[in-house]
């Protein structure tokens, strides 16, 4: 792997404290070709625009996918990867079925390694701060004929992180549109599965929502994902969430959601969640708790949605789950904890 290496870093004009959310990026990027059949010109450059032709078919046929991870720093300095492993499976997953060829293992977790070494200084310590990593692959061919390309471009890039929202979050339990039909690519991590729920977003915007809880392409009856995060709901002393499917995306921070929250001893259930059943739990007070997982929120939660006219206002309680759950997860991320199922790499 070719490394070329910033002159001078751009880290003291980045103010630190007032972070948008990937819209900072450090000082250096990787990328690598494929090009019939090899990846080649492995490299990290600094981080800088790309030449790319326009009819390269990922501007045409949305053929991209990306994956979202987290490197954290502890309080001696160590940098950590969390789950680093299930991302780059994840990629593949979505690489196979958006017909891109898979990413050779090694070069991935060199890559990051590199990166992570030469940005170090992005990295800031203190629980909340971490450093999102943005692996992505896409179609860079010059050709606008619709089918499968034979050149592809994998990146990384790497943006200092505090908290994807500020303020509280309302979601809408959306009934017409939907993000993932079935046999579709709701799974995968593709670029597009994105860009569609950008129109009903601002939709649901306009009406005070933050985000939509998408429901299930064929009836609009039972709760999948929020697009950005995978859901959970806390009914009584119950915790559920949906189980993955092929129009709901198998979250890293989910699965560990769900490990954490069977160790603390709650009594989770993975199944599939009727709207109904959200809204009659609402009106009779027993809904207690929603959040949302994902690797950029954390875990998030909600205090308020929804649905068809009527809007829910979730109770604000003592001791909510999100934050302990929050809080265990966060202890495993930052080395503050043990790690008791081996989630955490030193990178
Ligand atoms: C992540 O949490 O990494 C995501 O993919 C959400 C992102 C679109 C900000």
């Known amino acids: 792997m070719k490394v070329e290496k910033i002159k001078v870093s751009k880290i003291d004009q980045i103010d630190f404290d007032n972070l948008n959310f990937g819209s900072v990026f450090t000082d250096h990027m990787f990328s690598c070709d494929y090009i019939d059949g090899e990846w080649v010109n492995a490299q990290i ?64 977790f060199e890559s990051l390694k590199k990166l992570i070494e030469l940005d170090n200084a992005w990295i800031k310590p203190g629980l909340g701060n971490s450093l999102y990593i943005r692996p992505f692959i896409f179609a860079s061919e010059d050709s606008i004929n619709a089918t499968e390309a034979n050149q592809y471009k994998f990146m990384i890039i790497c943006a200092p992180a505090d908290s ?138 909600i205090i308020g949605f929804g649905y068809e006219n009527e809007k829910f206002e979730l109770p604000r309680i003592e001791s909510p789950w999100s934050i302990l759950l929050k809080s265990k997860l966060n202890d495993i991320q930052y080395n503050i904890s043990e790690d008791p199922h081996g989630w955490r790499t030193e990178a």
């Open 45 to 108: 450059s600094p981080y800088k625009p790309i030449s790319i032709s326009p009819s390269a078919r990922v501007f045409h046929y949305g053929q991209a996918c990306f994956e979202g991870m987290k490197a954290f720093k502890d309080n001696k300095n160590k940098n950590w990867l969390f789950r680093p492993l299930d991302n780059y499976e994840r990629i593949l997953k979505s690489s196979i079925r958006l017909a891109m060829p898979e990413f050779p293992k090694e070069l991935f």
């Open 164 to 301: 994807y929202y500020s303020g509280d979050v309302r979601v809408k339990i959306e009934k017409s549109f939907s993000r993932a039909a079935k046999g579709g690519v709701g799974y995968a991590k593709a670029a597009g599965n994105y860009a569609a729920q950008f129109y009903p977003t601002i939709l649901a915007r306009n009406e005070g929502y933050q985000q939509i809880i998408w429901t299930d392409s064929s009836n609009h009856e039972y709760i999948e994902e929020a697009g950005t995060m995978n859901l959970f709901f806390r009914i009584g002393d119950k915790l559920i969430t949906a189980p993955t499917s092929d129009s709901i995306l198998d979250g890293i921070t989910r699965k560990s959601i769900i490990q954490i929250a069977k160790d603390q001893g709650i009594n989770i259930e993975v199944r599939p969640i009727k709207v109904n059943e959200i809204i009659e739990a609402a009106k009779n007070n027993s809904l207690k708790e929603i959040f949302g997982s994902g690797t950029a929120v954390v875990v998030l939660p």
